[in-house]
T-cell receptor, first 115, second 116 residues
Framework: EAGVTQFPSHSVIEKGQTVTLRCDPI?????LYWYRRVMGKEIKFLLH????????ESGMPNNRFLAERTGGTYSTLKVQPAELEDSGVYFC?????????????FGSGTRLTVV | AQSVTQPDIHITVSEGASLELRCNYS??????LFWYVQSPGQGLQLLLK??????LVQGIKGFEAEFKRSQSSFNLRKPSVHWSDAAEYFC??????????????FGTGTLLAVQP
C-alpha cells in the first residue's frame, strides 16, 4: 500500500508569505495527525483529525495556522503569514484506528524554511 | 507536565559495536512507549513499542528495548551496529492526556553516526 505522502518536501518562503502544506494519508485511515519539529527541538503535536473533524487542536501554535481535511481524505496545513519561527519540519501521520496502540505511519515530512 | 528525555544528542559508534540509546520519561502512569527512527530523506519509522507485559521488547532491524518502571526508562539497544543504522532515533510516549486523542510526546532525538 502507498504510505503517507507529503508535499512539498521542501519549501523556502519569505517572512509574511503564505505556504500550504499537503498530506495524503494512507487510504482508509480515518485518523490524521500533524506534528512539527523546530530545529534542535523535539517533535511536537499540532492537531488530530478524525475523518474531516478536528478532534484535538491543542498543539496549534496560533491563529496563523489553519488545518483542513476536506472530505476526510487529504489534509492541508496553511501558514499565513509565515514568521521566521515557523521554520522546521512538518510531519503528517495517519492511522486506521485511534492510535497510538496500532501505531502511526508517518510521512517523510515537509521542511519549511522562512527567510 | 509529561516529558521525554533523550540525554544524548549525538552518539558515534564503530560498526559492529554494541549500541544503547537512553530514554527517560516523566509520567505518573505507565504510558505507551515507542522508538522511531528517521533515516535521511525518510519518514519516521516505528522500530518497536511497549504497552504491557514482557518488559523486553523486540523490534525491527535487530533492535530491542527494555522498559524499567523503577527508572522510568525505555532504553534502545542493538548488539552489533551496521553502517545502515546511521540515522536519528526518537523516543516517544503515547496514551497520555486521555480523551479521544492519543498524541505522541517525543524526545529531542539522538543522532547516531556509525564509523567504519
Amino acid at each position: 500500500e502507498a504510505g503517507v505522502t507529503q508535499f512539498p518536501s521542501h519549501s523556502v518562503i519569505e517572512k509574511g508569505q503564505t505556504v500550504t502544506l499537503r498530506c495524503d494519508p494512507i487510504s482508509g485511515h480515518d485518523n490524521l495527525y500533524w506534528y512539527r519539529r523546530v530545529m534542535g527541538k523535539e517533535i511536537k503535536f499540532l492537531l488530530h483529525f478524525v475523518k474531516e473533524s478536528k478532534q484535538d487542536e491543542s498543539g496549534m501554535p496560533n491563529n496563523r495556522f489553519l488545518a483542513e481535511r476536506t472530505g476526510g481524505t487529504y489534509s492541508t496545513l496553511k501558514v499565513q503569514p509565515a514568521e521566521l519561527e515557523d521554520s522546521g519540519v512538518y510531519f503528517c501521520a495517519s492511522s486506521q484506528d485511534l492510535g497510538p496502540r496500532d501505531g502511526y505511519t508517518f510521512g517523510s515530512g515537509t521542511r519549511l524554511t522562512v527567510v | 507536565a509529561q516529558s521525554v528525555t533523550q540525554p544524548d544528542i549525538h552518539i558515534t559508534v564503530s560498526e559492529g559495536a554494541s549500541l544503547e540509546l537512553r530514554c527517560n520519561y516523566s509520567y505518573g502512569a505507565t504510558p505507551y512507549l515507542f522508538w522511531y527512527v528517521q533515516s535521511p530523506g525518510q519518514g519516521l519509522q516505528l522500530l518497536l513499542k511497549y504497552f504491557s507485559g514482557d518488559t523486553l521488547v523486540q523490534g525491527i532491524k535487530g533492535f530491542e528495548a527494555e522498559f524499567k518502571r523503577s527508572q522510568s526508562s525505555f532504553n534502545l539497544r542493538k548488539p552489533s551496529v551496521h553502517w545502515s543504522d546511521a540515522a536519528e532515533y526518537f523516543c516517544a510516549v503515547g496514551g497520555v492526556g486521555g480523551g479521544a486523542t492519543n498524541k505522541l510526546i517525543f524526545g529531542t532525538g539522538t543522532l547516531l553516526a556509525v564509523q567504519p
